[in-house]
């Protein structure tokens, strides 16, 4: 995602040139606020796409608690009161080397954000979703804008 967003700069550098142009040079405030209502719509659902990613990655490969409740290795319960091994996402795999010395800074044991329940994350989930699809639908609204000015324009 890191790629997407150097990309997104880099056209957004180019997009307040055109703006620019648009409101100085060719007199046209008007499709450079629109054009702005698009870049800053592309801007949020560029960072929403980020949220929703660091929401789905976690749940994609299991990492909390909640999902491997009730589903052992064996086909048995796990035990809730046996320690998390570490996340899957942090690479070391390793249960005792968690409280070794010198794993400290490595993101285990009180340092590391609460994990959320289900019924969070879900939320969070569906929240990021519905502002998302807002995002886009302005988007849409602004270009359609775009379209009737540009039409009106043909007309006279």
């Given at each position: 995602m890191s790629a997407a967003t150097?990309?997104?700069?880099?056209?957004?550098?180019?997009?307040?040139?055109?703006?620019?142009a648009?409101?100085?040079e060719q007199g046209r405030a008007d499709l450079a606020r629109l054009l702005r209502r698009v870049?800053?719509?592309?801007?949020?659902?560029?960072r929403l796409t980020l949220v929703l990613?660091?929401?789905?990655?976690?749940h994609a490969i299991g990492a909390f608690s909640w999902q491997r409740v009730g589903d052992g290795e064996d086909g048995e319960d796990v035990d809730p009161l046996d320690p998390p091994a570490p996340p899957r996402w942090c690479g070391c795999g390793n249960r005792a080397?968690?409280?070794?010395p010198g794993h400290e800074g490595h993101g285990h044991g009180a340092a590391a954000p609460?994990?959320?329940?289900?019924?969070?994350?879900?939320?969070?989930?569906?929240?990021?979703?519905?502002e998302l699809d807002g995002r886009v639908r302005g988007i849409n609204d602004a270009l359609?804008?775009?379209?009737?000015v540009l039409e009106d324009e043909e007309q006279e």
């Open positions: 150097a990309a997104f700069n880099a056209c957004s550098g180019q997009v307040i040139a055109v703006e620019r648009l409101a100085d870049q800053e719509g592309e801007r949020e659902k560029l990613q660091a929401l789905r990655s976690p080397a968690a409280d070794a609460p994990e959320p329940t289900k019924a969070e994350w879900a939320a969070a989930l569906r929240e990021a979703q519905l359609e804008d775009v379209r009737y």
